[in-house]
């Protein structure tokens, strides 16, 4: 189906907005940028933003969904899902230390410099104080996903025989913790990245060589 010169324009402007959207709210927070400002960015008048989406709160909520499929496609493409742990117990079954340690860096630095998703996780990093029901998005989001995904790996490692028989969740927590303190550490002091990449893969390795039974193969 062949898309209009004027269709082309109003998806490229929509998009505009999400990206600029988002750039604001990431620095000074939802409350604190106005539908004016957001216009200014993209370069239109307020009054026309509204041809794209209803109100800031739509602006929002696009983001949120948008920022999902973005990072679902791209982890995609370096095999490691994270979002579906029975999609990926193939990629860490008999995996080797060298390659869970490049697995990790993967997703690590990803996390850290792709626009959309460093500027998402500032963005929910501030509004997480604003409502219970965006506390409980970044809590989703950030910690009780990747728990349960950790915990759905370990426990088919646990049952193959290829890791300690622990309790997969206090694994999971074990593990994941370490992570997620890294990458706040990072989102605040960028300059610290060397640094936490070099933790980041000892705590990969002593992980690996405390609970790993086989050794891994590939």
Same mark, same amino acid.
């Given at each position: 189906m062949l898309v209009s010169e004027g269709q082309r324009k109003m998806e490229d402007t929509k998009q505009r907005i999400l990206e600029k959207s988002l750039e604001l709210?990431?620095?000074? &927070?939802?409350?604190? %940028?106005? +539908? &004016?400002?957001?216009?200014?960015? %993209? &370069?239109?008048?307020?009054?026309s933003l509204y041809n794209h989406f209803p109100s800031k709160q739509a602006i929002?909520?696009?983001?949120?969904?948008?920022?999902?499929?973005?990072?679902?496609?791209?982890?995609?493409?370096i095999s490691v899902h994270v979002q579906d742990s029975q999609k990926d117990i193939?990629?860490?079954s008999h995996i080797s230390e060298e390659l869970l %340690?490049?697995? +990790?860096?993967?997703?690590?630095?990803?996390?850290?410099?792709?626009?959309?998703?460093s500027q998402f996780r500032r963005m929910m990093t501030l509004e997480q104080f604003r409502s219970p029901e965006l506390a409980a998005l970044f809590s989703e989001r950030y910690v009780d996903r990747m728990i349960a995904y950790h915990a759905g790996i370990f426990r088919s490692l646990i049952a193959g025989g290829e890791i300690r028989n622990e309790d997969p969740d206090t694994?999971?927590?074990?593990? %994941?913790?370490? +992570?997620i303190t890294l990458i706040s550490v990072c989102d605040r002091q960028p300059e610290r990245e060397a640094e936490s990449l070099a933790k980041l893969d000892a705590h990969v390795k002593l992980f690996f060589r405390t609970f790993n039974i086989e050794g891994g193969k590939k």
């Open positions: 709210f990431s620095i000074k &927070g939802y409350d604190a %940028v106005s +539908v &004016g400002e957001i216009a200014k960015a %993209v &370069g239109i008048k307020a009054p929002f909520d696009a983001i949120l969904e948008t920022t999902s499929a973005h990072y679902q496609k791209d982890t995609a493409e193939p990629v860490f %340690v490049e697995k +990790v860096r993967q997703i690590f630095l990803y996390s850290l410099h792709d626009k959309t998703i694994l999971a927590w074990m593990y %994941v913790s370490p +992570v």
